[in-house]
C-alpha cells in the first residue's frame, strides 16, 4: 500500500509540473531557412515552392556571407533569458518560452570567430499553452569603425554607405583582462548625432565625459540596425 501512494504521488506531481509548464509556457518555432535554402536541391527548390514551403519563401543570405554558427536569444524584463544554439543543419528550432508580453526574440548568425554579421529581431506577445511559429525578417547586420579624435576629443564612427544605416550605436566599456567583460555605457541615436559623408563613409561625430585620450582603447561601440546589433569594434587612435 505504501509502495502505491509514492508511486501515485510521483505520478501526481509530473503531471502536475506539465500541467503548470503548458500553462505558463508558448512552444515557439523559429524556421531562418538559412542552412536549407543552401542544401536544396533545384528539385527539392520546385517541390517545396509548389507546397509553400516557408524556408524557401524566406529571403537568402547573400552569397558574399558565410554563415557558420546561429543562435537565439529570447529576453524580457520579467523573464530569465534564454540562450540557444540554433543547428546549421536545419536552422530551425523550437523553444519553451514563459508566456508573457514584451517577449523579444534576436536571432543572430555569424562567422566562425562568433563575429556577428546577419541577424533579425522580433518583439512579440505570448499567451500560455499555444504553438507559435515565429517569423523573423532577417538582413546583413552594421559593421562601424569608431576612432579618437585626440585634436577635439571627439569619437569618429565610421560606416560605410554599402551598409544599412544605424538606428542607433552603443557604447560599451571592456573592464575585462583575461577575457573581456562589457558594461553597456551609452545608447545614443544615431539621428542625434551630426555627421558628413565621405568617400563612401558616412561618419558620425559622438563625445562622453568618461572616454578620454588615456583609456579610449577600453571602449567599444556597435551600430543597431532594424535587424539588430552588430559586433563590438574597439575605439582605435585615428
Known amino acids: 500500500m505504501k509502495r502505491n501512494t509514492i508511486i501515485f504521488i510521483t505520478l501526481l506531481s509530473i503531471i502536475t509540473m506539465l ?3 503548458y500553462e505558463n509556457t508558448t512552444t515557439v518555432t523559429i524556421d531562418t531557412g538559412i542552412r536549407k535554402q543552401a542544401q536544396l536541391s533545384l528539385i527539392d527548390k520546385v517541390i517545396a515552392w509548389f507546397s509553400l514551403s516557408k524556408a524557401v519563401q524566406a529571403d537568402p543570405v547573400p552569397s558574399y556571407l558565410y554563415i557558420y554558427s546561429i543562435a537565439v536569444n529570447v529576453s ?22 514563459p508566456a508573457g508580453s514584451q517577449r523579444t526574440f534576436e536571432v543572430v548568425a555569424g562567422y566562425g570567430d562568433g563575429t556577428r ?19 523573423i525578417k532577417m538582413g546583413e547586420l552594421t559593421l562601424v569603425t569608431p576612432y579618437w579624435i585626440s585634436s577635439n576629443n571627439n569619437i569618429e564612427i565610421q560606416c560605410n554607405t554599402s551598409y544599412l544605416q544605424p538606428i542607433f550605436f552603443k557604447v560599451y566599456q571592456n ?18 548625432l551630426s555627421r558628413q559623408e565621405d568617400s563612401g563613409l558616412i561618419k558620425y561625430y559622438y563625445s ?22 552588430g559586433e563590438k569594434t574597439y575605439i582605435t587612435e585615428l
Open 208 to 229: 562622453n565625459s568618461a572616454i578620454n585620450s588615456d583609456n579610449f582603447d577600453q571602449f567599444y561601440i556597435s551600430a543597431v540596425n532594424q535587424y539588430g546589433e
Open 117 to 135: 554579421i546577419y541577424g533579425g529581431i522580433a518583439t512579440v506577445d505570448l499567451s500560455p499553452g499555444l504553438n507559435v511559429d515565429l517569423d
Open 175 to 192: 573592464i575585462g583582462s583575461a577575457s573581456p567583460i562589457y558594461i553597456l555605457i551609452d545608447t545614443v541615436a544615431a539621428s542625434s
Open 76 to 97: 524580457a524584463s520579467d523573464m530569465q533569458t534564454i540562450t540557444k544554439d540554433i543547428p546549421l543543419e536545419t536552422g530551425k528550432i523550437t523553444l519553451e518560452v
Open 19 to 21: 500541467s503548470c509548464s
